[in-house]
Nanobody, 124 residues
């Protein structure tokens, strides 16, 4: 139901923009998470239905999550990328009323709808 695009390889300090297109129009809380093999999933950013945004401390000031309602698309603009940002990035949506974007950044496994992931690799 969610299709990500925009991943790739970039040198440290560079930028990438990830996109996520739900299969149907949604007003769910949505977010981006990332996973490195052997490590727990990390919440990166989330955006509530009212547009309030939330970020993990590790990306605050470098990443920006946004939603284009007209295009029904979620974005993650990533700047000043670091090698430690290397991961598989997943778009996710939460249809339940209640879980806030802030809570979902802390509990990224609680999303109920997931994309297939897009790889981001940052070289030093």
């Amino acid at each position: 139901q969610l299709v990500e695009s925009g991943g790739g390889s970039v040198q440290a300090g560079g930028s990438l923009r990830l996109s996520c297109a739900p299969s149907r129009r949604t007003t769910y809380t949505m977010g981006w998470n990332r996973k490195v093999p052997g490590k727990e999933r990390e919440g990166v950013a989330a955006i509530d239905n009212d547009g309030e945004t939330h970020y993990a401390d590790s990306v605050k000031g470098r990443f920006t999550i946004s939603r284009d309602s007209a295009k029904n698309t979620l974005y993650l603009q990533m700047t000043r990328l670091k090698p430690e940002d290397t991961a598989m990035y997943y778009c996710a949506a939460e249809p339940r009323e209640g879980p806030s974007g802030w809570w979902l950044v802390q509990h990224p496994d609680e999303y109920n709808v997931w994309g297939q992931g897009t790889q981001v690799t940052v070289s030093s």
